[in-house]
């Protein structure tokens, strides 16, 4: 049976309820400041709305986040957030953010994955992050990238040990040909991240990739449509990236966008949508 699911990314739903001033020390000050000038403006959560109901008019089984489903990892943020995909009729799989990761405090009290577990649910190692979601022949890989970075910067890692665990996961479902689909924030293909904002480990993730494969990678974080590669050992392996799917933004390969997927051993297929102001509509990939 084929997996059928919509990939969104970078939804940045926003719900500042209850939250009080001294919230705002340290990082949160850029970030309220950047909030308040770009994001109140640029993103709609009705957009989203809109893209999961088209995804389950196409007969999506399945709604995928790869990152920043919150803008200051703000405990009424991920609260709202995890009513909001709680409520929309479809399983969810979803991995963080560099915005789900805003403070030192946030990583340290492990709040996204407290609100979020049971999106993320799985064979993991040593309950640590890959996780692992089987779906007959295929595979959803969840890595996360998610660590504070300095004010104005918003790079991610992946880490050494998290990378051992992902070539451990890969060789093993590699050898039992199951279609591996690997989930991450940051774009892993060197040159695709504007500065302060790449994963700083890219190159050791793309040897991880180069020596033992996946089918496909999803990323976020650029909120642009973006079609790259990484070398595998059979070939090129496709790297999509997707846009905010609650961006406002009008600029071609900006506006908000999903995608509709259906993997199998045989095929991976995808039809991209993009918002045109009132609808999503069916774009040309
Ligand atoms: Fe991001």
């Known amino acids: ?29 850029t970030g309220r400041v950047n909030l308040a000038l770009k994001r109140r403006r640029g993103h709609d959560e009705q957009i989203f709305d809109r893209a999961v109901e088209h995804g389950l008019a196409l007969g999506a089984e399945r709604l995928v986040v790869t990152g920043d489903l919150s803008n200051l990892s703000l405990p009424s943020e991920f ?45 993991r190692v040593d309950g ?21 970075s300095l004010p104005l910067y918003a790079t991610g ?32 293909v060197a040159g695709v991240a504007k500065a302060r904002h790449d994963l700083r480990d890219l190159d050791a993730f793309g ?24 070398p ?9 990236g997707i846009a905010s799917g609650t961006s406002r933004s009008q600029r071609p390969g900006h506006e908000a966008a999903f995608s509709l997927y259906q993997v199998d051993r045989h095929r991976i297929h995808r039809e991209l949508y993009t918002w045109n102001g009132t609808s999503f509509a069916r774009a040309h990939v």
């Open 1 to 29: 049976m084929p997996l059928r699911f919509v990939h969104v990314s970078d939804i940045h739903l926003l719900d500042l309820q209850g939250v009080r001033p001294w919230h705002y020390l340290n990082k949160r000050i």
């Open 79 to 123: 609260a709202h957030v995890r009513r909001r995909l709680a409520s929309i009729g479809l399983p969810v799989t979803v991995i963080p953010g560099n915005h789900d990761a805003y403070t030192k405090g946030v990583v340290r009290d492990n709040l996204f994955d407290l609100h979020f577990r049971e999106f993320m649910d799985g064979e």
């Open 128 to 148: 640590d992050f890959p996780f692992v979601q089987r779906f007959d022949e295929v595979a959803l890989i969840g890595v996360s990238t998610a660590v504070t």
């Open 157 to 188: 890692t992946v880490g050494r040990d998290q990378l051992e665990r992902l070539d451990a996961v890969l060789a093993r479902l590699g050898e039992q040909h199951v279609v591996r689909v690997v989930l991450i924030h940051h774009p892993p």
């Open 207 to 230: 040897e991880v990739i180069a020596r033992r494969g996946a089918e496909l990678i999803l990323h976020g974080h650029e909120h642009r449509n973006l079609d790259t590669i990484l």
């Open 232 to 240: 595998g050992p059979g070939g090129a392996v496709p790297v999509h």
